[in-house]
């Protein structure tokens, strides 16, 4: 059989500078061209050599203070700013920023990423599908997992083994839920129906098993 070779998609596309508004390539990252790019570096070195020249630089290995704990620290770069306990804090902390800005100026592509992974999980086998909304596969549990809607908050009924049980369960939650009988009480009365017969199954099955 013949291995599909994945083509990946280029990263370096088209983008719009942030400062004169010219088209040219870049990463993902890139916000400005080749030509503002020098500039503003030009720029950062003029405003290095003022400071510097004002007394205003710290030089590499003095000691600084973390701007978030406070702890001393040696400066080993010139953006420095941090201890490593509070650096990876604070990068996580930009990088979930930008991430939440990417995804709000970009919902659609946002939704169609996160669809094409789950489908590209569920290919290769890593995610399993139930094919019944509000049954779905729980990865740490290893169990199928039922669950309902109620008033904007999501209520688990069961965890089993038996993907037909935990269907069951959802569905008799549904009905109650059209009826309009569905309550915080009614879900808890089905948890404890179907975890029930689930115990009850897998204590026939293991029984089963150790027979053999």
Same mark, same amino acid.
Request: net charge positive; hydrophobic share 30%.
């Given at each position: 059989? $013949?291995?599909?070779?994945?083509?990946?998609?280029?990263?370096?596309?088209?983008?719009?500078?942030?400062?004169?508004?010219?088209?040219?390539?870049?990463?993902?990252?890139?916000?400005?061209?080749?030509?503002?790019?020098?500039?503003?570096?030009?720029?950062?070195?003029?405003?290095?050599?003022?400071?510097?020249?004002?007394?205003?630089?710290?030089?590499?290995?003095?000691?600084?203070?973390?701007?978030?704990?406070?702890?001393?620290?040696?400066?080993?770069?010139?953006?420095?700013?941090?201890?490593?306990?509070?650096?990876?804090?604070?990068?996580?902390?930009?990088?979930?920023? $930008?991430?939440?800005?990417?995804?709000?100026?970009?919902?659609?592509?946002?939704?169609?990423?996160?669809?094409?992974?789950?489908?590209?999980?569920?290919?290769?086998?890593?995610?399993?599908?139930?094919?019944?909304?509000?049954?779905?596969?729980?990865?740490?549990?290893?169990?199928?997992?039922?669950?309902?809607?109620?008033?904007?908050? $999501?209520?688990?009924?069961?965890?089993?083994?038996?993907?037909?049980?935990?269907?069951?369960?959802?569905?008799?939650?549904?009905?109650?839920?059209?009826?309009?009988?569905?309550?915080?009480?009614?879900?808890? #009365?089905?948890?404890?129906?179907?975890?029930?017969?689930?115990?009850?199954? #897998?204590? #026939?099955?293991?029984?089963?098993?150790?027979?053999?």
């Amino acid at each position: 059989m $013949q291995r599909k070779i994945r083509v990946s998609k280029p990263t370096l596309l088209p983008r719009v500078c942030v400062n004169c508004g010219r088209t040219f390539t870049g990463g993902p990252r890139a916000r400005y061209c080749p030509s503002c790019r020098t500039e503003r570096r030009r720029e950062a070195e003029r405003e290095y050599r003022a400071r510097k020249r004002a007394g205003h630089v710290t030089e590499l290995g003095s000691i600084i203070h973390c701007e978030i704990c406070g702890k001393e620290i040696e400066k080993t770069s010139g953006l420095r700013r941090f201890c490593p306990e509070c650096g990876a804090a604070h990068l996580k902390e930009v990088d979930n920023k $930008q991430s939440l800005a990417w995804k709000r100026d970009n919902a659609k592509k946002a939704i169609a990423a996160k669809r094409e992974f789950s489908r590209r999980r569920t290919a290769t086998g890593e995610r399993k599908e139930s094919g019944h909304p509000g049954v779905y596969w729980n990865k740490e549990n290893e169990k199928w997992q039922a669950h309902i809607n109620l008033n904007g908050k $999501q209520y688990k009924i069961l965890y089993a083994t038996n993907l037909e049980l935990a269907v069951k369960a959802r569905k008799a939650a549904e009905e109650m839920k059209k009826a309009g009988n569905l309550t915080i009480e009614a879900i808890e #009365e089905l948890r404890k129906t179907y975890q029930a017969i689930n115990s009850e199954e #897998e204590r #026939e099955l293991e029984e089963k098993n150790n027979s053999l």
